[in-house]
């Protein structure tokens, strides 16, 4: 749904003005009179080619790798994903449950819910480590709890306009032009981060401060552009207040919600964040930390963000 | 000599699972209905054990269109818990959240999910059929374009309070995460005046919100329809007179008794929120309509029954005691079991306990109820419709698209009366061991949370949903659930392509998508299959 949200192109555009053929989609098909199935069965068996398969929502294989957890159109959806993605040139997981297994995922999986092609962090997931579409491409993920509505049409639109060599994948099958830089990059309130003061209490608490030492924002570790590319072309968690969650990244829900860990920083000694900035060891930060606190001027101490 | 035909829907969405219905049709009738959920995530089998706040992460990713209403109740639940007090100011951003949420989901699904179906030639007879086409059509309808593009707008108003839509989670027992500032205000008021402008007087009502809620009876809509050229020719006009004229008001009726949880506080009257003062805080109230009369909604009332689910379980149990215990649906389907979803049951004094309706026109009709306060939403125009058209896809219809210029005026109301100068969040002391309950209203209907902490960690989680009220399968009496009595009845004019069914279960916007398939009941024969889109 956070699809429909799409702007230059917006989804009309997309199939008015680019000539995306859209086969089928849960929102936006209008097939009447004529089964869905034929659909699917027409992309498996080849009489309609399909460019591109873009696939939703985890791979369910439960109960005891049956997979009907799920059925589709009178079959196991896991069924319908192994031979769509064979017939395929490209195929596209879309939010985290595709690209990683997501929330489902999370223990004790119930459903037996894996990504297409990572569970979690470890490749594999379920179509194999190895495996590769009719273009030779792994999976390409864009991943995210949602996904931006921006990185799905500007990738598809890519794809459909010859693109498909500018998209560069990194180790996670993730656009690297998207996730390269992190959440924290663009974010207001990162010169509170550069003098080490913390956003102390949520509400008017956050009209100043960073808030990765208190309340567990992941925005210098996630790799996403929520920062660059607005959401709903307004703004991101972190302006509005909220910490990051680190949704673009196979490891959310990070510590799997264990009790103590939402919205709160990981501490180590009680002092020390948990999780740094990759690449950043604790003696260096601490080092690094103590001489922005010494330097921090007045104003970032006082509120930035006011009425 | 009588013609049977078994019309199977099997469902392929994405935001609860998948949904099946299967139909069985006599002599052009439906005459039976299953509702079959077909997909198991086991989102509050995952939530315990873990952190209390977890639920406001993990159920806005329950659905992609009711991420909010899902993030606003969870709070609720933790509010009532903890026993927080919440600022009057976080209590004005919540409301404005979640009425956002839902002014984006009424044209979205008018026109992307709804409408598009109005196109189908079955109507082509109809006087007003080219002029439906010319609009609706998927894409190209000079209203679809528009009004699924510009629905977009109302949520730029969450994400400026919330960071993002959907799936935020910045509400927090005891306020919201953020403070706004003035432009954050300032733009809000613009962006919805534009939206307010661009579609829902110049395209939706062709007149000013006002005059449109100055409708109190049936006949004043009528009237309002012919009043002048503007009326007559918006969409809203356009689709009332098309769906007299292809008979929407003459089927889906349903079981006629109605559940709405409420949503939206009066910020002094639940400003420490707890369970048992909740009802006294609603401004859109919750309420329980059946057998003709209102009752006072209760929660301790509510029921799961498992008896034609695919869980091990009982047959009545109070969400505070809900279990998942989910089996592999073939074997359940040898017991008679057809559905992933429960059927929720509300125990009516004095009558039993029964499957309710929820959504808009369910709204609506406990909206008609005398109010005792003056902050709360008293309306008397679904009482009146009701009582003089009874139920039918067109109401339901007509009560969704009711709600957009009502909600409009409470958001720029609320917006009104933010005080920036002061507080937004009150830091709440965690409790050991705690029972909350919140609820609101999604845009499709009684959202509703309960939540059983114990040793400062989740011990159990439920979740009722509006689909659930409205999707679930029989319960252990065999008594049939909202959607599958709204089926039965209805008339099919062609069983190659029973546009019908379609326009009913669509119009529970139920957030599933499925496929029909019909097959002729005497010799097993699919004849024709369809897929039933929906907002995921």
């Given amino acids: 749904m956070s699809f429909l949200n799409a702007d230059e192109p917006s989804v009309v555009d997309l199939i008015v003005d680019f000539g995306l053929e859209v086969l089928w989609h849960p929102s936006l098909g209008v097939e009447a009179g004529a089964a869905a199935k034929k659909i699917f069965t027409d992309c498996v068996d080849g009489t309609r080619p399909l460019d591109i398969f873009v696939f939703e929502g985890s791979v369910i294989e439960g109960p005891d790798g049956?997979?009907?957890?799920?059925?589709?159109?009178?079959?196991?959806?896991?069924d319908w994903v192994t031979e769509l993605a064979?017939?395929?040139?490209?195929?596209?997981?879309?939010?985290?449950?595709?690209?990683?297994?997501?929330?489902?995922?999370?223990?004790?999986?119930?459903?037996?819910?894996?990504?297409?092609?990572?569970?979690?962090?470890?490749?594999?997931?379920?179509?194999?480590?190895?495996?590769?579409?009719?273009?030779?491409?792994?999976?390409?993920?864009?991943?995210?709890?949602?996904?931006?509505?921006?990185?799905?049409?500007?990738?598809?639109?890519?794809?459909?306009?010859?693109?498909?060599?500018?998209?560069?994948?990194?180790?996670?099958?993730?656009?690297?032009?998207?996730?390269?830089?992190?959440v924290h990059n663009?974010?207001?309130?990162?010169?509170?981060?550069?003098?080490?003061?913390?956003?102390?209490?949520?509400?008017?608490?956050?009209?100043?401060?960073?808030?990765?030492?208190?309340?567990?924002?992941?925005?210098?570790?996630?790799?996403?552009?929520?920062?660059?590319?607005?959401?709903?072309?307004?703004s991101s968690k972190t302006r509005a207040g909220m910490p990051c969650l680190g949704c673009t990244e196979p490891e959310f829900p990070h510590a799997d919600l264990a009790p103590g860990t939402v919205f709160a920083t990981q501490l180590i000694a009680g002092a020390i964040p948990k999780d740094l900035p990759p690449g950043e060891d604790h003696v260096t930060y601490l080092a690094m930390a103590a001489a922005a606190r010494i330097s921090a001027p007045k104003w970032s101490k006082e509120d930035m963000f006011v009425v | 000599m009588s013609s049977t035909i078994d019309l199977h829907v099997s469902p392929l969405g994405r935001v609860e699972g998948d949904l099946d219905v299967r139909v069985t049709i006599e002599d052009g009738v439906v005459t039976d209905a299953w509702t079959q959920c077909q997909m198991f995530r086991g989102f509050e089998t995952i939530l315990r054990g873990k952190d209390m706040r977890a639920g406001l992460i993990m159920t806005p990713r329950i659905c992609g269109i009711c991420g909010g209403s899902h993030l606003y109740k969870a709070c609720y639940a933790l509010d009532t818990a903890f026993q927080t007090f919440v600022p009057h100011n976080a209590t004005l951003v919540r409301n404005i959240a979640q009425?956002?949420?839902?002014?984006?989901?009424?044209?979205?699904?008018?026109?992307?999910?709804?409408?598009?179906?109005?196109?189908?030639?079955?109507?082509?007879?109809?006087?007003?059929y080219e002029e439906a086409v010319r609009r609706f059509a998927p894409y190209v309808g000079t209203s679809y374009q528009p009004g699924v593009v510009l629905s977009q707008k109302p949520v730029e108003i969450y994400a400026i309070f919330g960071g993002q839509w959907p799936h935020s989670s910045f509400m927090v027992p005891g306020g919201i995460m953020?403070?706004?500032?003035?432009?954050?205000?300032?733009?809000?008021?613009?962006?919805?005046?534009?939206?307010?402008?661009?579609?829902?007087?110049?395209?939706?009502?062709?007149?000013?919100?006002?005059?449109?809620?100055?409708?109190r009876t049936w006949e004043d809509v009528l009237a309002w329809v012919d009043e002048n050229h503007a009326q007559r020719n918006s969409d809203c006009g356009f689709f009332i007179r098309f769906a007299l004229d292809i008979g929407l008001d003459t089927y889906g009726q349903g079981w006629g008794n109605y559940i709405a949880s409420g949503t939206y506080f009066d910020p002094a009257s639940y400003d420490r929120p707890t369970i048992e003062g909740r009802n006294?805080?609603?401004?859109?109230?919750?309420?329980?309509?059946?057998?003709?009369?209102?009752?006072?909604?209760?929660?301790?009332?509510?029921?799961?029954?498992?008896?034609?689910?695919?869980?091990?379980?009982?047959?009545?149990?109070?969400?505070?005691?809900?279990?998942?215990?989910?089996?592999?649906?073939?074997?359940?389907?040898?017991?008679?079991?057809y559905s992933f979803a429960k059927s929720p049951r509300y125990d009516v004094p004095g009558?039993?306990?029964?499957?309710?309706?929820?959504?808009?026109?369910?709204?609506?009709?406990?909206?008609?109820?005398?109010?005792?306060?003056?902050?709360?939403?008293?309306?008397?125009?679904?009482?009146?419709?009701?009582?003089?058209?009874?139920?039918?896809?067109?109401?339901?219809?007509l009560a969704r698209m009711h709600e957009a210029p009502k909600y409009y005026e409470k958001v720029l109301q609320w917006?009104?009366?933010?005080?920036?100068?002061?507080?937004?969040?009150?830091?709440?002391?965690?409790?050991?061991?705690?029972?909350?309950?919140?609820?609101?209203?999604?845009a499709r209907g009684a959202l509703q949370d309960w939540i059983v902490i114990e040793d400062g960690k989740i011990a159990n989680y439920n979740v009722i949903t509006p689909s659930a009220w409205n999707l679930g399968p029989r319960d252990k009496d065999a008594v049939v659930g909202p959607i599958e009595k709204a089926l039965i009845g209805t008339p099919i004019h062609n069983p190659e392509d029973p546009i019908e069914l379609g326009h009913v279960t669509r119009s529970f916007d139920a957030c599933i998508v499925c496929t029909v398939h019909a097959y002729d009941g005497k010799t097993g024969r699919e004849l024709s299959s369809f897929v039933i889109n929906s907002m995921v």
């Fill in chain 2, 351 to 397: 009558i039993g306990r029964l499957p309710l309706e929820a959504g808009p026109l369910a709204r609506q009709i406990v909206a008609g109820k005398p109010a005792t306060s003056d902050f709360q939403d008293y309306d008397p125009l679904f009482t009146d419709v009701l009582a003089k058209k009874g139920p039918s896809v067109l109401v339901r219809q």
């Fill in chain 1, 66 to 78: 049956t997979g009907r957890f799920d059925l589709f159109a009178d079959r196991p959806m896991k």
């Fill in chain 1, 186 to 234: 663009g974010c207001t309130r990162n010169t509170f981060f550069e003098f080490k003061q913390s956003t102390l209490a949520f509400g008017e608490g956050t009209r100043t401060g960073c808030l990765f030492y208190e309340f567990g924002c992941r925005g210098p570790m996630t790799h996403a552009p929520c920062n660059r590319i607005l959401w709903n072309r307004q």
């Fill in chain 1, 86 to 182: 064979a017939a395929a040139s490209i195929v596209v997981a879309i939010g985290d449950c595709a690209a990683f297994g997501g929330l489902p995922a999370v223990a004790p999986n119930p459903s037996g819910s894996t990504g297409l092609q990572f569970h979690r962090k470890a490749r594999g997931g379920y179509l194999g480590a190895d495996w590769v579409s009719k273009s030779g491409l792994p999976v390409v993920n864009i991943p995210g709890c949602p996904a931006h509505p921006d990185w799905i049409t500007q990738i598809i639109v890519a794809l459909a306009t010859g693109r498909a060599g500018d998209i560069a994948l990194d180790d996670l099958g993730r656009p690297q032009t998207f996730f390269t830089q992190f």
């Fill in chain 2, 178 to 215: 953020g403070a706004p500032t003035l432009s954050d205000v300032t733009r809000s008021v613009a962006i919805l005046k534009n939206w307010k402008d661009n579609w829902l007087e110049k395209q939706w009502l062709g007149s000013s919100v006002e005059r449109w809620l100055e409708n």
């Fill in chain 2, 99 to 128: 009425a956002v949420e839902t002014l984006q989901s009424i044209p979205r699904y008018f026109y992307a999910i709804f409408a598009i179906d109005l196109v189908n030639e079955k109507y082509k007879s109809s006087p007003l």
């Fill in chain 2, 415 to 442: 917006l009104g009366e933010i005080d920036l100068h002061g507080s937004f969040y009150q830091t709440p002391v965690d409790p050991v061991s705690a029972r909350g309950y919140g609820g609101t209203e999604a």
């Fill in chain 2, 280 to 337: 006294a805080g609603l401004i859109v109230r919750s309420g329980v309509y059946a057998g003709g009369q209102h009752f006072e909604y209760d929660q301790a009332r509510v029921s799961e029954d498992v008896a034609h689910s695919f869980y091990r379980g009982s047959d009545n149990v109070h969400p505070f005691d809900g279990e998942q215990n989910a089996i592999d649906p073939f074997i359940g389907a040898k017991e008679d079991k």
